[in-house]
């Protein structure tokens, strides 16, 4: 008997490592995918997938929330020309910190790197995720965008 539950248990934890593994390799590709959009020349439109119907913006100091359809691709096209991406597009991703949760939830910090970027204050940007598995996959729910100079990390703590 005993023999068995720790056989149960052994189970268990590996079955545990393996979707822990699998959700936050998923949650690492859709960052992957969802800059690559970003940094890209397709409409701000083609960014809503990456989404969930509701998302909270904090672009800097300017918060944005609205469950209007059009908040999305408005959001990222002011942000695109805001930071100037078409002169300066982002040359790198760093993904600092991904902690997904057995809730469906999943937080990260991830720097959009920008090499050519002559403005110390525009070499970076520290992007704050909050993501959930929803019925569609995962969705970023909330992004907070920050202007960093540091290339490698979002926090000093």
């Given at each position: 008997?005993?023999?068995?539950m720790?056989?149960?248990?052994?189970?268990?934890?590996?079955?545990?490592s393996?979707m822990?593994?699998s959700?936050?390799?998923?949650?690492?590709?859709?960052i992957?995918?969802?800059?690559r959009?970003?940094?890209?020349?397709?409409p701000?439109?083609?960014?809503?997938?990456?989404?969930a119907q509701?998302?909270?913006?904090?672009i800097?100091?300017?918060?944005?929330?609205?469950?209007?359809?059009?908040?999305?691709?408005?959001?990222?096209?002011q942000l695109?020309?805001?930071?100037d991406?078409?002169t300066?597009p982002?040359?790198?991703?760093y993904i600092?910190?991904?902690y997904?949760s057995?809730?469906?939830?999943?937080?990260?910090?991830?720097?959009f790197?920008?090499?050519?970027s002559?403005?110390?204050?525009?070499?970076?940007a520290?992007?704050?995720?909050?993501i959930?598995?929803?019925?569609?996959?995962?969705?970023i729910m909330?992004?907070?965008?920050?202007?960093?100079?540091?290339?490698?990390v979002c926090?000093?703590?």
């Amino acid at each position: 008997m005993k023999i068995a539950m720790a056989l149960l248990v052994v189970v268990f934890i590996v079955f545990s490592s393996e979707m822990y593994a699998s959700s936050r390799s998923e949650v690492s590709d859709l960052i992957k995918s969802f800059y690559r959009t970003l940094n890209s020349s397709s409409p701000p439109s083609s960014l809503k997938k990456y989404f969930a119907q509701s998302p909270l913006f904090f672009i800097g100091e300017q918060p944005g929330l609205s469950s209007h359809p059009d908040l999305i691709p408005v959001i990222i096209g002011q942000l695109r020309k805001t930071m100037d991406l078409e002169t300066y597009p982002f040359s790198g991703l760093y993904i600092e910190k991904i902690y997904v949760s057995e809730d469906g939830s999943a937080t990260s910090l991830v720097v959009f790197q920008r090499s050519k970027s002559k403005e110390r204050s525009r070499k970076a940007a520290c992007n704050i995720l909050s993501i959930a598995k929803l019925e569609g996959g995962w969705r970023i729910m909330g992004w907070t965008l920050i202007s960093t100079s540091d290339e490698r990390v979002c926090t000093w703590a």
